[in-house]
C-alpha cells in the first residue's frame, strides 16, 4: 500500500472542511458532534446517535445525504417490523420460463441507510442488521446479495428508560464504529433556529462532494500511517476494559472486543487527515476513545448504583492508561513524541 503524501492529506483536509461546515448549517451550534460524524465517515463506520426526540439527529443524517449525493433510504423501526421488511423478500413472478421467485431488495440496499428509532424494534429484527453492518452484504434464505459501496448505517434511538424501547443486542452495538450522544441546545442555538427555520421546512443544502470523491478519502485515509508505539497505546487501552487490566477495570462487567481496537485505529486515522497530518497520534486516540469504547463495556451492578455511567469509566480510563507503556525502547518513545507533536 503506498505512503499517502503531504499533498494528497492537504487536498482531501479541505474538502472535508467544505463537509463539515455544510453540516454546520444543518445542525446549528453542534460542530462537535459533526466533527465525529464526519470522522465516523471517513473510517468507513456505522453511527449511532442518541438523544431525545426533536434535536436534530434525523435532520442531521438527511442532511449528510445530501451533501455527499449518496442513495438514502430510511427505515422507521417499528415493533412491528420484520426483518423481511429491511432485507428484502423473494416474490413469486412471472418469468419468461415461468413462476419463480425473484429477489425484491429492501430498503436496506443503499449508500446511507438512516434506521430511524432503532431501539423500537424487536431484537429479531435488529439481528437482521448484523451481517449488513459487517460484511456490507445479506443473505435471505441462503442466497448472498452483496450491498452498495459506500453503505453506511447511521441509527438514531431514544434513550432506554423512554416506554416502547428495547436494549440494542451488543453484538449488533459491537458493530457500530462510534455511539455520539446528542444533547439539548443552549438558548443561544435555540434563537438562531427560530429565526433561521420554520416548521416543517427542510433546511437547504449544498452538494459538496459524491461517493467517488468520497471513496477516494476513505482509500487515503486507510494508508494513513499509525506508528507501533501509538497502536501499542490502543491495544493497552482496550485491553484495559478488563478485568485485572485495570484500576479502572474494576468497575467493569465485560470489556471492549479486538472491534474496538480497530474501530480506535481507524477513527485516529480518519481525524489525522482531517488535521491535516500523515500519521495518527496519541491525542487523535483520545479524541475518540469514548465514542468507541463507551457502549462496548458493561459495568459491574455495583458501578451502576453508584452512578457511574459508561462514558464516565471509559474517561477514568484514558487518565488512568498512559500513552507510552514504561517498557517501551528510548527510540520509540522519542518517536511518539515527534508523532504527537
Known sequence: MPAVTEEEIEKHAKEVLKLKDALNQVLFGKEDLIELVVTGLLARGHILLEGLPGLGKTELVKGLSKTLKLENKRIQFTPDLLPGDITGNPVLQETETGREFVFQEGPLF?????????????????????EAMQER?????????????????????NPIELEGTYPLPEAQLDRFLF?????RNSAETLEKIVTGRELGVEPEVDEVMDAETLEGIMDVVRRIYLPDVVANYIARLVDGTHTGQSKTAAGIKFGASPRAALSLASAAKARALMEGRINASFEDVKLVAVSVLQHRIILEYNARIDGKTNRQV???LIAEVPTQALDVPNTLKDAASTTAA
Open 137 to 157: 452484504r445479506v443473505t435471505v434464505l441462503g442466497e448472498t446479495h452483496e450491498l452498495p459501496k459506500p453503505f453506511f448505517v447511521l441509527a438514531t434511538q
Open 179 to 183: 455511539k455520539l450522544e446528542v444533547t
Open 314 to 316: 471509559v474517561e477514568e
Open 110 to 130: 443503499a449508500n446511507l441507510v438512516l434506521a430511524d428509532e432503532i431501539n423500537r424494534a424487536s431484537p429479531k429484527t435488529q439481528s437482521a442488521l448484523l
